[in-house]
């Protein structure tokens, strides 16, 4: 629908509106939002502030990507993948509330998402998770501290959890606006990056005394993926959090953590308010077929079935015989040989050519011939048809 199209939607759903009033404000959005924003999108907002809902916006709810918004926006909906939670927090000002903040992504960048009052109870009540996707209505945007552009929600706000008319596809998680460790000595101090990674080893915390004379607390460990290790410096609340709950062999994402200068001129990675650090599940992450590595350990993949599969009894070195099932699995990012063994065998060789499967729990070799990787189960594999 084009913007004659809308705009006679608007004036004929909203008599007491002229065409001259709706361009008049369409002027102004344009001027406000630089002209980064198509006129069918801002005449959608000038079309609710009217109290007008078009087909077009009804039809396209999730039309404004991260990287479209401005500040000073209002009636705006905007989609993406959870990547960070952090905690509710009261304030007090004119009148006392509550605040909470989401950091979420769609294809197109990250956002920081802050809910206000009663819209942050989906939070303690643990209703909205970590790789979730999350449709957010009626927000606008605001300016933060950095002087970039955040997204609010507030009492006319509406959350929609898992929508169902959207491509899942379009909203990655968090391994795509990942920095690989060994690139992070090439940013300046004070920059926000995230890294996935493993942790390698951990120091027990340590007390201060701050400026204020109150104690602080601080603690170190060091996390590492395939391109290097590097130093991580969690502070005060955060330190509380980690001090007896984090372990070496620890899957760990780090979003939105500071670059700084360690001591010796090393850069490290600050843990601070503004930072999220969680736990990935073996069950919640899933490696890129292009992105598999001999020995890289238990992984999870997902794909489409790209041969039929292939059953058959071998014997193995002790001279057992076991039922096998081979077939290859690919992604957008290419294909790899999976060898179901045993029960797995039984269930890999119902699956049909074309059909989405993810695997959990298998780990990377060379196959037989040498010339390509394989996965390969074990006892606790599993197969999930994906629709």
Known sequence: MNADEIIVQ???????????????????????????????????????????????????????????LLPGLNDITVTGRVLAVFPPKDFDGVKKGKLASLLIADMSGILRVVLWNEKTSMLEKDEIKVGQLVRFV??????????????????????????????????????????????????????????????????????FERKDMRQGKVMRFTVADDTGEISVVVWNEKADEL????????????????????????????????TYLGLILAS?????????????????????????????????????VVKLTTFELKDETGKVLVSAWRENADTAAEFKQGVRVAVRNVYVKKAFSGEQLEISTRSDTSFTTVD
């Open 10 to 68: 608007i004036t004929s759903k909203c008599p007491w509106i002229s065409r001259e009033q709706v361009l008049n404000r369409l002027t102004k959005e344009k001027q406000k939002t630089g002209g980064l924003i198509s006129d069918e999108a801002l005449l959608n907002m000038v079309a609710a502030e009217f109290g007008c809902e078009t087909a077009e916006k009804e039809a396209n709810m999730s039309s404004l990507l991260a990287r479209d």
């Open 138 to 207: 009626h927000g606008y945007t605001r300016e933060d501290l950095s002087r970039k552009v955040e997204l609010h929600v507030g009492e006319r706000s509406e959350i929609e959890k898992d929508p169902q008319d959207v491509n899942k596809k379009d909203f990655p998680d968090v391994r795509k606006f990942s920095t690989k460790i060994g690139q992070v000595p090439s940013f300046r101090s004070n920059k926000r990056v995230s890294i996935v990674g493993t942790v390698k080893k951990t120091f027990p915390a340590s007390i």
């Open 243 to 274: 001090e007896n709950t984090l372990k070496s062999g620890d899957r760990l994402q780090i979003v939105n953590g500071k670059i700084k200068k360690a001591i010796g001129e090393e850069l490290e990675i600050n843990v601070d308010a503004g």
């Open 284 to 320: 919640e992450e899933f490696c890129e077929i292009a992105q598999l590595k001999e020995g890289m350990g238990i992984v999870n993949v997902e794909g489409e079935v790209a041969t039929e599969p292939v059953a058959r009894e071998v014997k193995t070195s002790r001279g057992e």
